[in-house]
């Protein structure tokens, strides 16, 4: 945290293995997706009370979304990395140098061969260890 009402922050974002079997004029065709991401960006924060606190934040971010594509007569495999940001809002309550944060986030990442996810969005409970 830079000062009271603007501060830095990063996150990493795995997604793990989503599969899938689709069938195709030619046959299943097996899939295996998976996307990765990493963003570093600012935080603006306003404290209501001592230990409750509302902010917004902005992330630049760097992605990699990465598909096998296999079927009995042939197996593709499809890397693409895209820039994009992270946009989000949400509250926090403070516990000494814990924070609980409940965040709403709305990702937007150009994959022009993915769409399924041009725009994730996240809810989430967060813990913050201030350091």
Do not use: C
């Amino acid at each position: 945290q830079q000062t009271k009402y603007i501060g830095w922050e990063g996150e990493i974002q795995a997604s793990g293995d989503a599969k899938d079997t689709v069938t195709s004029s030619n046959g299943p065709v097996s899939i295996k997706a998976k996307y990765d991401s990493w963003a570093i960006g600012i935080v603006a924060q306003y404290p209501f009370a001592k230990r409750f606190t509302v902010f917004g934040r902005f992330l630049p971010m760097y992605g990699r979304y990465t598909a096998d594509f296999s079927s009995s007569s042939q197996s593709r495999k499809q890397v693409e990395r895209e820039g994009g940001y992270t946009v989000g809002a949400g509250a926090s309550a403070q516990f000494g140098h814990v924070d609980l944060r409940l965040r709403y986030d709305l990702q937007r990442v150009n994959f022009e061969e993915a769409q399924e996810i041009e725009y994730p969005q996240r809810l989430g409970l967060d813990v913050l260890w201030r350091f």
